[in-house]
Each structure stands twice: as C-alpha cells, then as structure tokens.
C-alpha cells in the first residue's frame, strides 16, 4: 500500500505514473491537433482546387460555345452576308486568341502551385525591358487618349531577374492600366531604388480604382470585378495572380494600392542583381 511521505516522493512512483498520464494525454491532444489542422488545410486546399476547377471549365466554355456558335452560322451559310460574315469570322479570332491567352495563364497557374515554375536570375537593366513592354500599350494607350509618362533612370542599378517572366508581369500591368483608366487619363511609370538592396517599378494610373475587397479579388485566379466599365474589357483575369508569384519567386514583392474612383498604383518590388534573396514562395490563393 502507498504511503504519503518522503520515501514515495524519493521513489518518484506517484509523480512518475502522472507524468506519464500527462505525457500521454498531451501527446494525444497534440496529434489530434496536428490531425485537425491537417484535415482543415486539405480540405481548403480542394476546395480551392474544385473552385478552380470549375472557373476554369465555365472560362474555357464560353469562348468554345462562342467558336462553335458562330463558325456554325458561316458553315450552313445561314450568314452570307460580307459584312457580317467579316463580322462573325472577327469574333471567332477573338475567341480563339483568347482561349490561347487562357490556356497559356492557366499552365502558369498549375506550373506555378505545383511548384514547377521557376525563374532565371540574371542581372538586368530594366529601363529598356521597360520601354520594349511600353512599345506594347502605347498604340491602344494613343487611341483613348491617354498621356503615359516615364521616370525610369537608365542609371537605375541593374536588377537580379528573369527578363521573359519580368515583361510577362510589366505587360500585364501596364496593359491593366491602360484598360481600366477611361479616355484622356494618365499613366505614370517610376522607377527607384528601395534601401536594403531593393528596387521598386511602380505603375500609376487615373483609373477605376478597387476598394480593398476588390483588389482582394482582383489577386484571385479568374478575379474580375464586374462593373459596368469592365465588362467592356477582355482578359483572363489571370494576370496579377502570375505577376504576384512571379514577383514572389523573383525574391521580391507586388502591392497594389488603389481607391475607388481615384486610381490604382501598383508597386513591383525587384532584388537588385548584387543582393540576390532567395526566392520567397510563389503564392496564388
Ligand atoms: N489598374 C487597375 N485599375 C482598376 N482595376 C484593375 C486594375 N488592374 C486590375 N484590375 C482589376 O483586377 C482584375 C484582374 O486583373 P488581371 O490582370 O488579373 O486580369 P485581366 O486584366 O482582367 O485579364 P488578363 O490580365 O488575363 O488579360 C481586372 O479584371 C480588373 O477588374
Ligand atoms: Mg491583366
């Protein structure tokens, strides 16, 4: 029969068996723990997975429904008219390119979550990849009217990075700006360098604007915000989510700062090429 008293504190048998309880029990709610998390996480993860999944069928449907559609109106010549029939074949181009643009944002996408994308790291001038990717927008920027000013210095230090993958993530934002920022708006293009080995393009525009949930959206794959201004426009709604990882996996950073109504700035944040970080995860929610 146990005793109290010193001898059984000095045997340790009492104070043994409850830690071990209690080892035990902890051990338990730990895995338990470890097990709920796990569970939750797989499941966020196929639910976004499906969520995917299903806006990638209901993207890829529209302009297939849009091909099949008109290219059997001009096959059964219900159509004969030139003008229309010019119309019609206009629409089938346009479907067609944009299911290339599609398919081409959604390998990036997959590549991208399943951590099989990966970026060169040369160093780079960045003032003439901007001025190529400006080349790009300037016709369509000329037809609305709006002004687009520069202030990239040419002395700006050269940066560590892929220059594919960097035109990639400049297009898009340039090519946002100038579709979200209605007529005779402006657009102004920085460059500078950050302390701590950093250099930051921003790219500014008069346009629509986001608020904070929108731009939330707007980070998302297939993230458009339906607004009367921007159902006039095409696109995947893939660019920013692959600009941001891609600038993830630079090593660097994208933030986008915007008011409704006021305009949109957002900010790509690169490693100059003597400071190279290592590439932080990608990140497409
Ligand atoms: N500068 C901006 N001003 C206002 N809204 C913007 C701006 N940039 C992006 N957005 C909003 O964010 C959405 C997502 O942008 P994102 O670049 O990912 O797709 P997209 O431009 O619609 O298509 P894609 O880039 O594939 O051609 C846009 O559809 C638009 O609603
Ligand atoms: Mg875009």
């Known amino acids: 029969m146990r005793t109290f008293g010193p001898k059984w504190f000095k045997d340790g048998s009492l104070i043994g068996e409850f830690s071990d309880h209690l080892g035990v029990a902890i051990t338990q709610q730990k895995q338990a723990i470890a097990l709920h998390a796990a569970r939750v996480d797989a499941e966020l993860a196929s639910k976004a997975k499906s969520e995917f999944i299903a806006n990638m069928s209901h993207e890829l449907r529209t302009p297939l429904n849009a091909i099949i559609g008109f290219s059997d109106m001009l096959h059964t ?3 004969t008219d030139p003008e229309k029939v010019h119309q019609y074949s206009g629409y089938i181009k346009q479907a067609a390119e944009h299911l290339l643009a599609l ?10 979550q399943a951590g099989k994308l990966s970026v060169d790291r040369e160093p780079i001038d960045i003032a003439p990849i901007m001025a190529s990717c400006l080349l790009i927008i300037e016709a ?8 687009v000013e520069t202030s990239v210095p040419q002395a700006l230090p050269r940066i560590s990075g892929d220059s594919l993958r960097l035109k990639q993530i400049l ?8 579709k979200f920022t209605p007529e005779n708006g402006r657009i102004r ?7 701590q080995g950093y250099a930051v393009l921003s790219v500014t525009d008069t346009g629509v604007g986001m608020s904070p949930a ?17 159902k006039r426009h095409e696109g995947t709604g893939l ?6 990882a891609l600038a993830r996996l630079h090593g660097g950073d994208l933030r986008i700062d915007s008011q409704k109504g006021v305009g949109t700035r957002v900010s790509l944040i690169l490693p100059l090429a003597s400071d190279m970080p290592a590439a932080a995860e990608p990140n497409i929610h």
């Open 77 to 79: 010549r219900t159509v």
């Open 103 to 112: 398919i081409n944002g959604i390998l990036d996408v997959s590549k991208i």
């Open 140 to 147: 369509k920027a000329r037809e609305k009217g709006i002004t």
């Open 171 to 178: 297009i898009n934002l340039l090519g946002n700006a100038v």
């Open 189 to 195: 293009i920085e460059g500078s360098v950050l302390q």
């Open 214 to 230: 929108e731009v939330e959206t707007a980070m998302r794959p297939f993230g458009q915000i339906d607004t009367a201004f921007n």
């Open 239 to 244: 660019g920013l989510p692959i600009a941001y």
